[in-house]
């Protein structure tokens, strides 16, 4: 079997983060990203059995979460990642990522590491900034 570029950026940002034991996210959300796509940047929420991601490709921007072992896993919203405009992110104990977009309302997701969310934070603000990631 063949591993797609999405797949493989995918997993290299994703490993950024303090995981948790979770198959789906490794298994199941690499499958709602386009082949050709390159990830970014990854933040999986708060640990449970159908947790969510942040991903963030060269295209898009993503909220998707695994939907369990028949479903797999499934997009709650995305938008182009032209229309992301801002992200604020505040530890402490009920965190909360908030991603703010031109278009529509903010996505919000808890996310499972308060230094993993403030990396994530302060990369994709520089993105938005700057159109690349920091060095």
Do not use: C
Not at 53 to 82: E, H, Y
Request: glycine share 6%.
């Amino acid at each position: 079997m063949t591993t797609t570029r999405a797949a493989m950026t995918y997993a290299t940002a994703l490993n950024r983060n303090e995981l948790y034991e979770s198959p789906g996210l490794r298994r199941d959300i690499p499958k709602v990203l386009h082949p050709e796509e390159e990830v970014l940047l990854a933040l999986p929420g708060v640990a449970g059995d159908f947790p969510f991601v942040m991903i963030v490709t060269d295209s898009r921007f993503i909220l998707a979460r695994v939907a369990g072992i028949f479903k797999g896993s499934k997009i709650s919203r995305q938008v182009p990642l032209a229309e992301v405009v801002g992200v604020r992110y505040r530890p402490w104990l009920f965190a909360m990522m908030k991603v703010d977009t031109a278009s529509r309302r903010a996505f919000r997701m808890m996310p499972q590491n308060n230094a993993d969310a403030e990396r994530f934070a302060r990369d994709l603000e520089h993105l938005i900034q700057f159109g690349s990631l920091p060095a």
